[in-house]
Nanobody
Framework: QVQLVESGGGLVQLGGSLRLSCVVS????????IGWFRQAPGKEREGISC????????YYADSMKGPFTISGSNAKNTVYLQMNSLKPEDTAVYYC?????????????????WGPGTQVTVSS
């Protein structure tokens, strides 16, 4: 079983940046691709990005290319999501999870397990 814990969220102004962290632990963590998704109140879950278990092959949903960058640290078993040029519509709870499927569109993404999430709020 894999455990994931997100951190790094907070309140930021329009145009600001945040770096989210996801610490991954548990059994056979090296076998899992890890990804990020978000969910805003009243909206559907939205896949953002994922990275291979070796942390060298990132992938982004089409709508998320540009302001988001995913990376990972093998030494720390941590996956990061750098978010730049944030907008109020980026306000959501951000989750990291083990990826089951991913693709260009929102409906392509699914996760088997995920952490408790971290709140990101962007003010205008």
């Amino acid at each position: 079983q894999v455990q994931l814990v997100e951190s790094g969220g907070g309140l930021v102004q329009l145009g600001g940046s945040l770096r989210l962290s996801c610490v991954v632990s548990g059994f056979n963590v090296e076998n899992y691709a890890i990804g990020w998704f978000r969910q805003a109140p009243g909206k559907e879950r939205e896949g953002i990005s994922c990275i291979s278990s070796s942390y060298d092959s990132p992938y982004y949903a089409d709508s998320m290319k540009g302001p988001f960058t995913i990376s990972g640290s093998n030494a720390k078993n941590t996956v990061y999501l750098q978010m730049n040029s944030l907008k109020p519509e980026d306000t959501a709870v951000y989750y990291c999870g083990t990826v089951r499927s991913y693709g260009r569109n929102r409906d392509d993404w699914s996760f088997d397990s995920w952490g408790p999430g971290t709140q990101v709020t962007v003010s205008s």
